[in-house]
């Protein structure tokens, strides 16, 4: 199984509202990447776990919340989001956190932000 | 932090015919990966084909080749014979330990 899924693929949220987006992977790969993207532009990092550890928070704002349940799975909690967050927003996966191997990743989740 | 520069924006292609996409990246390391990823307009990032930068042998995978110059920190794809299904965005992509950094995008559009 070379797969990364994600759920849901379209969320559409108003700005008091509390979702979650969910990502999952069973290729036994020990690292985890949440993305943020635009359309037309490419991925910006948000977050990176390594070992089910939080190794990487590119600054992002408190109202996106990552969590790492397990080793196969990823969350990110959304609270109190800007019109501004609505992007694709993308999860990856790779061998582990400290070699380099490709990322595979999943095919998105669609947030609307209203 | 990594720069990777993608110079063309947008390129199309003639079906079968061959096309060169660019890419260019600043580090100060000797050890990492380059790749390309390809981003149908259905969204989901795919890898066409990664190079490590020990091995001086440009990577191929079928119709896809790289022309890597290290010392030149250049990193370009180039496509052979030209399939409507090449049609996508394509990032260059810089990776080491656990970061990438993906370049800004050239679309290509493939004219039948």
Redesign the interface.
Known sequence: DTEVTQTPKHLVMGMTNKKSLKCEQHMGHR?M?WYKQKA????E?MF?Y?YEKL??NESVPSRFSPECPNSSLLNLHLHALQPEDSA?Y?C?S?Q?????????????TRLTVL | AQTVTQSQPEMSVQEAETVTLSCTYDTSESD??L?W?KQPP??????VI?QEAYKQQNATENRFSVNFQKAAKSFSLKISDSQLGDAA?Y?CAY??????Y????T?LTVIP
């Open positions: 690292a990447y037309k532009k490419p991925p990092l990176v390594s190794s990487i694709l993308l990856a790779s582990d956190g400290t070699s380099v191997t490709e990322q595979f990743f999943g095919p998105g | 990492y990966y790749f990823y259905s969204r989901q990032m795919i890898l990664r965005m990032f990776g080491r330990g656990n970061q990438f993906f370049g800004t995008g679309s």
